[in-house]
């Protein structure tokens, strides 16, 4: 059986712990423990998180804590649960993915990226220094503790969340496009303040009236007065677009071709420059929405031609090609490097033929395939499946495909399925990408054009992504991606 047991000193809030590995053919159970232990002589201190993961009869998941000289505290196990879940979700013989994320004041716990529940702090989380993974672990793939990405935790309250590719500035243009469905609800377009939960802009448009809210928070988290704004009838079951642009002053707020707001910095223009790094959208009241696209673009610090930004995507009053209007997500991803990682969230249709995932470096203007391709994948469904890797030079067409070259043992050909949620992790060094499938290396593959030319990313075809959850483009932790994904995320077993 593998065991696991590392520092983690600091965790803090906003961070997120996050474990890979596979259960026991015949469990009784798995322990994973947040301590202040310091792993000499069985020492484990204090335990500010105990999980207890449980096989017996229907299975559950205990969580306690230990005050040392003082025993184990009152257990949780159908307490603070997150609706539609099984009392223990990780089956016998799989693989599982758990995660650990704390807020000032509550641990989050999901497990298979979906949240399973929250337990309130008991002692101080500045003791922890250790976690301990023990018990019935056939294997362990990975340990990361990272900086959680500012895309508000747990996940399932956002209908898409993403990390900024850049550092906002005065001119900076974040578009997105979506279709509203459902009850005529509202949703929430926040820019939260990294490492912490701290609103720095907030808009609420209503489906139901036509109007739009607009707020922030001040360093305490509590909310000032509000701005209503009253555009005019939002319509439903269509495509539309919002775009939110600053200036050095304010922020700019457009829909669907014209500034219908504006909403002046309540902080010093720096604070919210450099600290809003991360966003979402939050659906209310039963409205749905499928979101299209996000774009990260810029105009001048005085926001000049910032209409051009919020104009819808289909029709002709700009233009716009047909690999834009296909695309079911484009953004763009300046200053993607060695030791970065765009990760993707979504689900497959239930008729899906192909996904194209391309890295290109072709602008909004222009043709997808006018462009350079530094790495294009086609998950394709019909037959047994494939994932198709290959790159396409501007002028000089299409390269050597690779299917079955350079794929990491025991995966399918293609492991996503129909129907079915999926998780697609690109991470770059200076000569390969690797990619991984639902948290599984998949394959890697060598640079053949330069890396540094990589502006934008898109994923279609229209029809063929359900939905998006997220898109992150970030930094790799610490731990390398790349020498994870070359061992399998095998880590020593103590």
Request: hydrophobic letters at 35%.
């Amino acid at each position: 059986m593998a065991k696991y047991s590392g520092h983690i000193h600091p965790f803090e809030t906003g961070q997120v712990i996050t474990i890979s590995g596979k259960a026991s053919s015949s469990p009784d159970r798995i322990d994973i423990d947040l301590s202040s232990g310091n792993g000499m002589h069985n020492d484990v201190g204090d335990v500010q998180l105990h999980l207890s993961i449980r096989f017996q009869g229907a299975g559950e998941i205990v969580r306690n804590t230990h005050k040392r000289g003082g025993g184990w505290g009152q257990e949780e196990r159908h307490e603070n649960l997150f609706p539609n879940n099984a009392a223990n979700p990780i089956r016998r013989g799989e693989d599982f993915k758990l995660a650990i994320y704390t807020d000032s004041n509550l641990f989050f716990v999901s497990i298979n990226d979906k949240p399973f529940c929250y337990y309130a702090h008991r002692l101080p989380l500045s003791g922890v220094q250790l976690i301990t993974i023990n018990r019935d672990v056939d294997r362990i793939y990975q340990v990361d503790h990272i900086t959680s990405p500012p895309s508000l935790w747990p996940r399932h309250r956002a209908a898409f969340s993403g990390f900024m590719p850049r550092q906002l500035r005065a001119g900076s243009v974040i578009s997105f496009s979506l279709t509203p469905r459902g009850n005529r609800g509202s949703f929430i377009f926040n820019l939260r303040e990294n490492g912490t939960d701290r609103i720095l802009f907030h808009m609420r448009p209503y489906f139901n009236n036509g109007t739009i809210v607009i707020n922030d928070q001040d360093a305490n988290g509590s909310w000032r007065s509000e701005l209503n704004s009253a555009p005019g009838a939002l319509p439903m079951n269509q495509k539309i677009r919002f775009a939110v642009g600053l200036t050095n002053q304010k922020f700019v707020i457009g829909f669907n071709g014209r500034i219908i707001s504006s909403f002046p910095f309540r902080e010093n223009a720096a604070t919210i420059f450099n600290s809003a790094t991360g966003f979402e959208i939050v659906t209310k009241n039963g409205l749905e929405v499928e979101v299209h696209g996000v774009d990260h673009s810029a105009t001048d610090a005085n926001g000049t031609g910032f209409e051009k930004f919020c104009f819808v995507i289909s029709g002709s009053k700009i233009k716009l090609v047909k690999a834009m209007i296909k695309a079911r997500y484009s953004g763009h991803v300046d200053s993607f490097g060695a030791g970065q990682v765009i990760t993707i969230f979504g689900k497959a249709s239930l008729s899906s033929d192909i996904i194209g995932i391309d890295l290109s470096s072709g602008d909004f203007n222009y043709d997808l395939y006018s462009s350079d391709i530094q790495f294009h994948m086609a998950i394709r469904f019909p037959g047994v499946g494939e994932i198709v890797r290959n790159t396409h030079k501007r002028g000089g067409g299409w390269g050597q495909e690779e299917r079955h070259e350079n794929l990491f043992p025991n995966n399918a050909a293609n492991p996503i399925r129909r129907g079915e949620h999926f998780k697609v992790a690109i991470y770059t060094d200076s000569n390969f990408f690797y990619v991984s499938v639902n948290d599984k290396p998949f394959c890697y593959y060598a640079h053949r054009l330069s890396l540094k030319d990589v502006q934008k990313i898109t994923v279609s075809n229209d029809e063929e992504v359900e939905r998006f959850y997220q898109v992150e483009h970030i930094t790799s932790p610490s731990r390398c991606f790349g020498r994870e994904l070359r061992t399998r995320f095998s880590l020593s077993r103590i």
